[in-house]
């Protein structure tokens, strides 16, 4: 047994001993989450009564890892923008194309991003690529703050020290530096960019918080709804609300189903009146068939040896469905033949999550089922994916009063800022269900040491 694994067994011990099973340390967690805007959905954030827990060493790791690959996707997106050709492969829709060709005003490419991990015992992989902010970053440090102080996690930290995985201040950090380059000389105003929901009447906690991030650090900043926005005389606004950054947490795909270019945010930010973090360019990420070019040896041959031995570990083979001839660990294969003999190993996934088309696991469904996925594939863009074998736990769960033991999915999510590692989230979901499902949500991630 690893130590993590002899630290969840004591820790599922204690919380089913008195005084704990009582349970009302649970309702008093869940509400003090409710008080701190930890909701969804009127919700607490989180159903889960354990933190996920990770060594010092195994945590170390991921971050070089992490960081290698971070590299290399910031190496391939500087290619394909560089390239027609490759440009072509990522499968952008023309308006995305439109807005990716646009300067954003500062170089990074990705001010934050993360990676979909699947990381247990020293086995690693990415999984997808996100050129996103995690709620993990908003809500991630009040979260931790709240369970490092439940009465069960202190009794545990008599036997073990728990270090918290923080990143707001480096994520604060990150937005003022892209600013800056951008030409900002001052604390800029801060409009955090929300989609509201029909019938939703407030904020949600999430974007809430990522304001008070901003406002500790010296910015003004409230949440703006892109309906809302007007750009006249070079300023972007909302009512009265001037707009020097807009932090964009909507994805093109989204906004696009909903605005054409001609709006307000769009034409300020092709006259450089507003400074977009992440900018629209960054949307080459959200495409998985970035990872067919990271797989692709004739495009990454020449990278950093760290770069492509990340590559090699860590990244599943990825290739975008067609019709065509390409390679797998070294040999010619033809792509849909290839496709159809291996449904035990592979899955196709859409390349970008935004539509309406979902994942098939070969290994969950019958041959008929995958030659009618093929050709579902063959028609959209679809990748098709090496299999890589999910993380699973066991973890506590508080619903409708009472505590139910589960075995679910565990995905751990990396936060970078301009390419570095600072803290990681974890997302704990029911790995059965193929929809919304109220068995998901964040659980904060400790690191564990013995004392």
């Known amino acids: ?22 349970l009302t340390w649970a309702q008093e967690l869940q509400q003090r989450m409710l008080e701190a805007h930890l909701a969804a959905g009127g919700r607490p954030i989180t159903p889960f009564l354990r933190p996920h827990f990770l060594t010092r060493r195994g945590y170390q790791a991921l971050v070089r890892a992490a960081e290698a690959l971070f590299s290399a996707i910031d ?8 390239d027609p050709a490759l440009l072509a492969r990522i499968e952008l829709l023309p308006a995305e194309k439109m807005l990716a060709a646009v300067d954003p005003g500062y170089s990074f490419l990705s001010v934050t991003s993360l990676l979909d991990t699947h990381f247990e015992n020293g086995s690693l992989h990415f999984v997808n690529y996100n050129s996103d902010t995690a709620p993990g970053v908003a809500y991630g440090e009040v979260l931790a703050d709240l369970f490092y102080e439940a009465a069960p996690v202190k009794e545990f930290r008599r036997r073990y020290k728990l270090t918290k995985l923080g990143g707001a201040r480096h994520l604060v950090r990150a937005v003022l530096e892209a600013y800056k380059q951008f030409g900002g000389k001052r604390k800029p105003h801060i409009g955090v960019l929300e989609f509201r929901q029909p019938f939703q009447a407030a904020e949600s906690g999430e974007y809430l918080l990522l304001c ?10 409230q949440v703006v709804a892109p309906d809302a926005l007007e750009y006249k005389g070079g300023v972007l606004r909302q009512g ?7 932090f964009r947490r909507v994805k093109v795909q989204e906004f696009l189903l909903r605005f054409d270019l001609s709006h307000p945010l769009v034409r300020a930010y092709r006259d450089r ?3 977009v973090v992440n900018s629209f360019r960054s949307e080459l990420a959200h495409k998985r068939a970035l990872f067919a070019l990271l797989t692709d040896e004739g495009i990454t041959g020449k990278f950093p040896a760290s770069e492509r031995r990340a590559i090699e570990q860590y990244i599943p083979w990825t290739r975008v469905v ?11 294969i033809d792509l849909p033949e290839f496709i159809l003999k291996n449904r035990e190993r592979l899955v ?10 979902h994942a098939v696991r070969g290994w969950e469904t019958d041959q008929t089922g995958w030659e009618r996925a093929l050709r579902m594939a063959t028609r959209y863009t679809y990748v098709v994916q090496e299999r890589v074998e999910p993380v699973r736990a066991v973890f506590p769960l508080y619903r409708y009063g009472e505590l139910e033991m589960r075995e679910l999915q565990v995905d751990v999510h990396p936060h970078a800022y301009l390419g570095k590692v600072e803290g990681c989230s974890s997302w704990v979901s029911d790995p059965t269900a193929r929809g919304f499902s109220s068995i998901a949500g964040l659980t904060p991630t400790f690191i564990l040491e013995g004392k």
């Not at 690893?2 to 099973?21: C, D, F, S």
């Not at 008070?212 to 900043?221: P, S, V």
């Not at 009265?240 to 807009?246: A, G, M, P």
């Open 322 to 332: 067609a019709q065509t001839r390409t390679t797998y660990k070294g040999e010619q």
């Open 273 to 275: 009146a507003v400074c």
């Open 1 to 22: 047994m690893t130590q993590v694994e002899e630290a969840i067994a004591r820790y599922h011990k204690l919380i089913q001993t008195p005084p704990y099973q009582d």
């Open 348 to 357: 196709l996934k859409p390349n970008d999550d935004a539509g309406d088309y």
């Open 240 to 246: 009265d609300f001037t707009i020097d950054v807009v």
């Open 212 to 221: 008070e991030l901003f406002r500790r650090a010296g910015c003004t900043a």
């Open 75 to 82: 190496r391939i997106k500087q290619m394909v923008l560089a």
